[in-house]
């Protein structure tokens, strides 16, 4: 007895060890990276993921997978994406050896205006209902990238989701916890309950969904083109929709609309160089947080302790002030790149960094002017990458689903602060800002990094752990995106006033930070909370410069897959 109770004294002091002794070396949860050569594909739906490998396969260029994959997406994951929604995208064109960007965001109803909100009352727009939906950039994008880079007919890109639509597909786990909660949120909105629940109820996992209107949709779309939904019986319907219901948003406002090419922005971080796309987005955030933190050596500060989770949230306020003064719709109000992106600004700003507090007030910088969501990326043979994000905003949307037409449109507008003077102040035809940003990454010149982290204010914060995860902590691609995070909130954000914060926020830290970082926040000023998963998506293709081999990377937070071939 005594040796037995022995034996079990031993394994128990050993538990510990035995318990984090993976063939990786981290102490979290990880998974291998999939690693292919001919091409390879990442989205947050398993399905949506074979068929844009089925695209390459078929001789389909990287940006034809990611439209037939996104198309995909929209069907299978309307909890986050879909054609009443608007489109961001950076494509590597290997041929070129060039970077190219595209801003597909729609604007607001030009009939609106904001004296009206104000007149009627309003501090700022609604999240439902017809009042903040604009344009849905979503199929123009399409278009714009398969004009440019497609090789495959848009009719076989759309092909497979069209059958998916008429037949059913079994809806997978995380996207159906999301469409539970968000049917009671959207039953009262107009053509949500007949096109988007089963009985008054949200599809459960496993339970076949099919969805024959937006079938019908994508069809008229591969017949007649992207001016099929901007100009024809689809933009009507959403016209006449809208005058029915109390909105603005018509069949001029569709027919007017054109995204646009965009140069990519980029920092160096270390010697990689890390792109975004300039405003009306937050992707610059990203690019703020990593100059500022660059000024510090990672190499002495281990991952996941106390000072790390600090300085990175300290930057984090830093950037987001200035996100929230100066990032708007550029044909509005243009932000000061240049300066914003200096690394001598980055220094100033670095000095309001505090080693031992955590701040409590932040300005924005002082110069005058010179939020659910899918991720995908795909490669193919030829070292061509894309990376792509595209949203409806607040999970399903605005509810408003027109009739016959099987998709709902975005409450993008939702963004649009409704103060006079504000950079992002609501006005007719302009493009709100934007919480959905897809990354990119090089190194000497080649493709090294496409990657996205989905979910609103998440984002940017996402993109810094994922390049830190990478670059300074030396993890793999699969371990980046397992990694546990870290979200702040709490800051100043684009919907509200530009004030300083004056609560210096609290800090999400996700399962795996261990008691010693928690206490030691705490000790600093911070307020750590807890939260039930707030922490993103994220999906990455790396490329070797030297073997062209591909390296994939899909989390577990969500349902997704990367696989290539």
Known sequence: MKRRLLLVSLLLAVAPALAADRVTGRPFTTRSEVIARNGMVATS??????????????????????????AALGLMEPTGNGIGGDLFALVWDAKAGKLYGYNGSGRSPRSLSLAWFREHGYTRIPPY???????PGCV?????????????????LLAPTIRYAREGFPLSEVIAYYWGRSVPRLRDQPGFLEQFTIDGRAPAKGEIWKNPNLAATLETIARGGRDAFYKGAIARTIGDFFAAHGGFLSYADMAAHSGEWVDPVAV????????????????????????????????????GSAEHVHLFTEAKKLAFEDRARYYADPAFAAA?????????????????????????????????????????????????MVSLIQSNYRGMGSGMAPPGLGFILQDRGEMFVLAEGHANSFAPGKRPFHTII???VTRDGQPWLSFGVMGGDMQPQGHVQIVMNLIDFGMNLQEAGDAPRIQHEGSTSPEGEAQPMKTGGWIDLETGFP????????????????????????????RDPKTGVYTGASE???????AGY
């Open 45 to 70: 739906q398993p399905l949506a993921t074979q068929i844009g490998l089925d695209v390459l396969k078929a001789g389909g260029s990287a940006v034809d997978a990611a439209i037939a994959a996104n």
């Open 336 to 384: 000061p790149l240049d300066r914003l992106l200096s690394k001598d600004y980055a220094a100033e700003r670095r000095r309001l960094i505090s080693p031992d507090q955590a701040a409590r007030s932040v300005p924005a910088g002082d110069f005058k002017p010179g939020t659910d969501t899918i991720y995908l990326t795909t490669a193919d043979r030829d070292g061509n």
């Open 140 to 156: 123009d994008g399409w278009f714009a990238l398969h004009q440019r880079f497609g090789r495959r007919p848009m009719r076989e």
């Open 268 to 303: 160096d971080y270390r010697g990689y160089q890390v792109w975004e796309l300039p405003p009306n987005g937050q992707g610059i955030a990203a690019l703020q947080m990593l100059n500022i933190l660059e000024g510090f050596d990672f190499s002495k500060i281990p991952f």
């Open 129 to 135: 209902g017809p009042l903040p939906v604009s344009v």
């Open 438 to 440: 897809p990354a990119f």
């Open 556 to 562: 577990s937070r969500k349902d997704g897959q990367a």
């Open 515 to 542: 008691y010693e970082t928690i206490r030691d926040l705490m000790r600093k000023g911070h307020d750590v909370r807890f939260a039930d998963g707030p922490y993103g998506g994220y999906q990455a293709i790396a």
